[in-house]
């Protein structure tokens, strides 16, 4: 027994050098990315793949484009995706606190309007149709199918959409509406697009847009629904109409941002890592990929090494 109090003394001291030895691997090789969750699928396989390769650890956050745009600006992290681009206000705040932030687009999305799977009456909308049902003037107005066209039920919809520090609502109310970050508020939000699918997926009468991927990887269980654009055609979205344009107004831009001046060792190479295999990852989770063009413009926008 009188062998026992060193042989705790031991261990103690051995346990304390493996915790120090642990501590200092993480603030080296750890990276943190925050922002939109549209692009967090992108993120998400981005990581995974990094993480295969790479020594370390990529934490990603979602609290949205706004929320992502926010941390960047106060300089609580380096690295924020965005489904929409940065806006001047918050360019100028950031300016303002000496951050510079570089955008790179990483792949193009489409913004899609969805229903039940068995919905029988709505099989394609007008953008004059989406402008009535979700502009401010509608709230506590148009109730029910049959507000926004005579031929459809009198039942009450359900109306989903993304919430306001989502980049997809600023570039849809901008798109449909008119005026950026502006809506009708009787409805039900969220800023994580699993939210927005199950909620439109579990009732018959639900209405809500949200991103592309996230129909993609729910196709089974909604209805899509074709949008009838200025030429009175209706479009419905998939990897063409959105990569040549025709799903109009509702393709746009994915991105990334980072000021790359005060990114560490370990972001750099993350960084570098996400836009060399963005193209291929952005397509395995339901984004459509940059063109070799734009996939080159973005890569050139890199400087620090």
């Known amino acids: 027994m009188k062998f026992w109090p060193f042989f705790l003394l031991a261990a103690a001291l051995l346990l304390s050098a493996i915790e120090q030895s642990c501590t200092c691997r993480p603030d080296i090789e750890s990276v943190s990315i925050d922002g939109s969750s549209t692009v967090y699928v992108i993120s998400e396989a981005v990581a995974e793949e990094y993480q295969k390769r790479h020594k370390g650890r990529v934490s990603i956050g979602v609290s949205g484009t706004g929320g992502g745009f926010k941390k960047l600006c106060s300089n609580r992290t380096n690295i924020v995706g965005a489904s929409r681009p940065i806006s001047k206000s918050e360019l100028d705040l950031c300016h303002n606190n000496n951050i ?52 459809w039920p009198k039942r009450k919809m359900a109306i989903f959409s993304p919430g306001i520090a989502s980049g997809t609502y600023d570039y849809f109310t901008k798109a449909i509406i008119g005026t950026e970050h502006t809506s009708r508020g009787d409805i039900t939000s969220s800023e994580d697009d699993n939210v927005l699918v199950h909620g439109v997926r579990s009732n018959l009468d639900s209405i809500g847009f949200f991103s592309y991927a996230y129909y993609q990887e ?88």
Do not use: C, M
């Open 100 to 151: 510079y932030p570089t955008e790179f687009a990483v792949a193009l999305d489409g913004i899609i309007i969805a229903t039940h799977q068995n919905n029988t009456w709505v099989n394609e909308i007008s953008v004059d149709k989406l402008k009535k049902l979700f502009e401010p003037e509608a709230e506590n107005k148009i109730i029910n199918w049959s507000d926004l066209d005579p031929a």
């Open 218 to 305: 729910n196709h089974n269980d909604l209805k899509l629904i074709p949008v009838i654009n200025n030429n009175s055609v209706a479009v419905t979205p998939t990897a063409n109409s959105i990569q040549n344009g025709s799903y109009k107004p509702l393709t746009r831009f994915v991105y990334i941002y980072a000021d790359q001046a005060r990114l560490k060792k370990a972001e750099r190479i993350f960084l570098r890592f996400y836009l060399e295999n963005s193209a291929e990852l952005a397509s395995e989770v339901g984004f459509i990929a940059l063109d070799p063009e734009n996939l080159r413009l973005s890569l050139n926008k890199l400087t620090v090494e």
